[in-house]
Every structure is written in C-alpha cells, then in structure tokens.
C-alpha cells in the first residue's frame, strides 16, 4: 500500500528557510515520480516542484525556481525552501506518480491525475 507522509512545515518569518519531508513506504522511490503541491486558501492547487524517479531530474514552478530546492534521500522525498515569502502560504502536499503512468516533466500539471497523497503539512510565512 502506497503511503505518504509530510513533515516539517510550521510559521516561519518572511525571508526565512523550512524543509518539508515526505516520507514514502509501501513502494520503491525509484519507480516513481514524487511531485510537491501547495493549495492556498482560495487558491487553485499549484505543482511546485517534481523529481523524476529513475534518473533524479527535477523540476520547478516558475514561482519557486531559485528558491526551493527538491532532493531524494532512500525513500524520503524533501523540499528545502529558502527566501520564503508570504505569498509561499499554503498547505504542501506531495504525491507519487508510478513511471508508466506519466513522464515526470507533466506531473506538475497533472494533480487530478494522481491517486497517491500525503496529508498535507501547513507552512506559514508571515512576520
């Protein structure tokens, strides 16, 4: 059974660095496409950032690009986020996206797709 779990959001001040944690069991990592996701309130869900499973090719929201680094470590997925600003408030999910049923490079744009979730974590980036 495939399972997600997040970790490591919280308040942090404008300007400031989290690392979110996504926690894969129930699958190996390496057949996978592993997405970050974030919905603000009223907002439409965005893909953040995404990490191809077999080769590690990452890729970014224009919004995010220079800011947020993802990395895979085993079978945790995270999501350094540095220069945070306020408008990066919103509640980070990630998801997992086997490699036959799309290609990493549209999984940021392909959320109603996906069947696999995390909980969600809150980060909150305000004074």
């Known amino acids: 059974q495939v399972q997600l779990v997040e970790s490591g959001g919280g308040l942090v001040q404008p300007g400031g660095s989290l690392r979110l944690s996504c926690v894969a069991s129930?699958?190996?990592?390496?057949?996978?496409?592993i997405g970050w996701f974030r919905q603000a309130p009223g907002k439409e869900r965005e893909g953040v950032s995404s990490i191809e499973g077999m080769t590690g090719i990452t890729y970014y929201a224009d919004s995010v690009k220079g800011r947020f680094t993802i990395s895979r470590d085993k079978q945790t997925v995270y999501l350094q986020m540095n220069s945070l600003k306020p408008d990066d408030t919103a509640v980070y999910y990630c998801?997992?996206?086997?490699?036959?049923?799309?290609?990493?490079?549209?999984?940021?744009?392909?959320?109603?797709?996906?069947?696999?979730w995390g909980q969600g974590a809150q980060v909150t980036v305000s004074p």
């Open positions: 129930g699958f190996t990592l390496d057949y996978y496409h």
């Open positions: 998801a997992a996206a086997h490699a036959t049923e799309m290609v990493a490079s549209v999984l940021l744009t392909s959320g109603s797709r996906l069947k696999s």
